[in-house]
Each structure stands twice: as structure tokens, then as C-alpha cells.
């Protein structure tokens, strides 16, 4: 462990401090390069295991001591609290009832219904590059974040789940809070309105079905088999957060990668047709998540070397894989033209996210929208004053400030 770790309370070294927040690689470089696991404490004090090296956590990933069960947890882990009807969902379910319950999602989850996303999540992406355009005519920078990156995919699940036109914005509002509020206490009040209002959205659908995601959860069956209530209810709201803050964060995060390797971004807009590579490289080189969701062993479990007992909890680093040079040549360089681009970013064996080819096309079409419309965006502010979210879990810009002049006669 690096001699610039903090001490716990409890003794444990705590490696994340305010440096770790701006620039997590580092970090991650010193803990993979010193040991494969290492015995730590998170912010808050709560001890974990932590798993650094690329070939552990793939292997982590599929290996069924490994439970997400908060069941199985010896150590009284809760993580972050939800009511019980939102906790039922695929991230915290092992493999019988998760094999069950992903059978009858990805019956809402086709091609057909990824692809007819298609025209909808362009027009969103166009309609929030005009305000872009309206602010930079003005002579104003605008910022990323907040005038394009997080409301594009709340657009696109305001789609999915066809959210009325006028519940919109308040939906949007509490989803907003919930990921980034001004005060603690404001995100469970966030989390219960948003509890109602699915509640009330799913009775609405079963009412009057339509031709959207919940209106096929609700009528998917396997074998006489179909989704609970509280299946249905934990499910829209794991597609909620999976499908909104994932995405928002890795439209920020890859256009400022793409804005700092200006040479590989001019490559992009030469030629579109690198860029379902290049958001592969995203993935692996900037993907917000650092971390796996935790797992607790069901019985004693050797990683690296290392025996980690049962009921501890495990996190399995996703950002220290990602950059493990016994893994990838050369892994803290960001190359579109990376032969090899495999990546942990969207999971891996039976927790592969189930909506990855949606996450895939709407990555691409923010970013070549963003290319596009704007051919010389650029950073309004030196790239070391740009703040970051003080987190652990997850890297990610509290903005993004940016310049540029649209197109002429860009919009499509």
C-alpha cells in the first residue's frame, strides 16, 4: 500500500483521497503494482476486499462463490438503500431467479425495439444540439453536462417507458436528485417519488398497454411464468438508473477524452465509421463505473493469492483492469485504433448488462451528433479546473464547459 494512504478508524488503509477523485488511475496503478487484492477501508469505513489486476476481476466476474446477494453478507453490508420492492432487481439476484427474470426481460429488450430507438434518440440528440447552438451564438459557452449529457438519456427512458409529456420534468428533477443532490436527506424523498410514480405508471400500463418497455415486462411470459409486481417495479427502476447515469457519464467523459486527443477526434470526423471502435476504446479507457457491483463470497475463496472468507465484501475494480498493462499494451494511452478492445465495462458471463447494444447506439449518436454539429468545439476552461464528482464508485465531470459555432445548415 502506498505510503500516501490514509488510516481508517478501523485501521484499514484508506486509499481514496481528494487527488483519487480528479485522477483515480494513479491509485489504482500504485494498489495493482503492490499486490492483486488488497484489505481496505471505503469512505465511509466499511472494509472490503479490493481485486485490481484485469485477469482476478474477469475471472471475479463469473465465478459463482461470488454472490451479489446482499443475503449472503456476513459483515452487514447495505450499500445504497432501497425500499425493498425497488432491491428485487438483476443486480442482487444469483443465478436461478436471475436466469428466470433475464429470460422475461430480454423479451423487452429486442433488436427490433433497440433499432426503432434509433430515429427517436437522433431527434433528442439534435434537439439538444440546437440549444447548444442557440447558446454559442449568443456568445455563452454552454456546459456539456448539464445541456446535453444528462438530459439525452432521460429523454431516451422517458421513451422506453413512454413517461407523458407533461410528467416529464418532474420525473427528470427527482432522477436528477437522486444521482447528484445538494444535501443527503434529499435522496430519499427522490427515491419514493420516483417509487410512486412507476407504481402508477405500471398500473397505467397494465390498464392500457402500449407499444413501449413496461408495456412488454408486463406482458412477457415464459413458460406460464411472468413478472411480479415488485420484479417489475425493481426492474424499470434498475433500467432507470443503469440506462441514465451510465450514460450520461460516458457522454461527458468520452467527449473530453475525444477533446483532448484532438488528432483521433479530427480522425472521427474524417471518418464515422471509426467511431463504433473508438466507443469500444471509450468503454474501456474512460467508462465511469470503477467498480464491479460488490459480491460476497459463499465459502472461503482464494483471488491472487489471497483467502478472502465468506460473508466479506468484495469489489472487483473495474478501472485498475481496465488499465493493467500485463492485460494491454500500453493501457493508460487512449487508442481508436486499439486492436484489441475487449473490455469489463458492460459485465461479463450471466450479469452482461442486457441493454448494451441501446447503451452502444446512443453513446455513438451523442457523440457523432456533438462531432458533427460542432467542428470546432472545444474547452471553455483549462482541463486541470474541470471538478469531478468526490466519489469512489464512480468517475464522473460535475461539468463540462465547452465553446464552439454550429454548422452552417447542420441540423438534420
Not at 125 to 140: E, S
Not at 255 to 267: I, K
Amino acid at each position: 500500500m502506498s505510503s500516501t494512504s490514509a488510516t481508517s478508524s478501523t485501521g484499514l488503509p484508506q486509499p481514496f483521497g481528494k487527488a483519487h477523485f480528479i485522477d483515480p488511475y494513479p491509485t489504482y496503478a500504485r494498489l495493482r503494482a503492490a499486490a492483486p487484492v488488497h484489505r481496505i477501508a471505503l469512505p465511509d469505513g466499511s472494509p472490503v476486499w479490493l481485486v485490481t489486476r484485469e485477469a482476478d476481476v474477469r475471472a471475479g466476474l463469473t465465478d459463482p462463490r461470488l454472490s451479489v446477494n446482499k443475503a449472503h453478507s456476513g459483515t452487514g453490508y447495505r450499500g445504497f438503500a432501497l425500499p425493498p420492492a425497488l432491491d428485487a432487481n438483476l443486480l442482487n439476484i444469483d443465478p436461478a431467479d436471475h436466469l428466470r427474470l433475464r429470460r422475461l426481460v430480454s423479451q423487452g429488450f429486442t433488436p427490433r425495439r433497440v433499432e426503432g430507438l434509433r430515429r427517436r434518440v437522433q431527434e433528442a440528440a439534435d434537439r439538444l444540439a440546437d440549444g447548444l447552438a442557440a447558446t454559442f451564438t449568443a456568445g455563452h459557452h454552454a456546459d456539456i453536462v448539464t445541456d446535453f449529457a444528462n438530459p439525452l438519456p432521460l429523454v431516451v427512458i422517458g421513451d422506453l417507458f413512454d413517461v407523458p409529456e407533461p410528467d416529464r420534468k418532474p420525473f427528470s428533477a427527482w432522477v436528477s436528485t437522486m444521482f447528484a443532490p445538494e444535501h443527503p436527506g434529499q435522496v430519499p424523498e427522490a427515491i419514493d417519488r420516483i417509487h410512486r410514480f412507476l407504481l402508477a405508471l405500471i398500473a397505467a400500463r397494465r390498464a392500457e398497454p402500449g407499444d413501449d418497455l413496461l408495456s412488454a415486462l408486463i406482458a412477457a411470459r415464459d413458460e406460464g411464468d411472468r413478472l411480479s409486481e415488485d420484479e417489475l417495479l425493481s426492474l424499470a427502476f434498475l433500467i432507470l438508473m443503469a440506462g441514465s447515469e451510465n450514460a450520461q457519464h460516458l457522454i461527458s467523459g468520452g467527449l473530453l477524452t475525444l477533446l483532448r486527443h484532438p488528432g483521433q477526434l479530427a480522425e472521427l470526423r474524417a471518418d464515422p465509421a471509426l467511431l463504433p471502435g473508438a466507443v469500444e476504446e471509450l468503454l474501456r479507457y474512460a467508462h465511469p463505473n470503477q467498480m464491479a457491483i460488490r459480491r460476497f463470497p459463499t465459502e472461503p475463496v482464494e483471488i491472487g493469492g489471497v483467502r478472502i472468507p465468506p460473508g466479506e465484501t468484495v469489489l472487483l475494480c473495474l478501472a485498475s483492469a481496465h488499465r493493467d498493462p500485463d492485460r494491454y499494451p500500453d493501457p493508460d494511452r487512449f487508442d481508436i485504433h486499439r486492436r484489441d478492445k475487449a473490455h469489463l465495462a458492460l459485465g461479463q458471463g450471466l450479469h452482461y448488462c442486457l441493454g448494451a447494444p441501446l447503451a452502444r447506439m446512443e453513446i455513438a449518436i451523442a457523440l457523432e451528433t456533438l462531432m458533427h454539429r460542432f467542428p470546432d468545439l472545444e474547452l471553455a476552461v483549462p482541463a486541470s479546473t474541470l471538478r469531478w464528482r468526490a466519489s469512489f464508485r464512480s468517475h464522473a465531470l460535475r461539468e463540462l464547459p465547452v465553446t464552439g459555432q454550429p454548422r452552417t445548415g447542420a441540423s438534420r
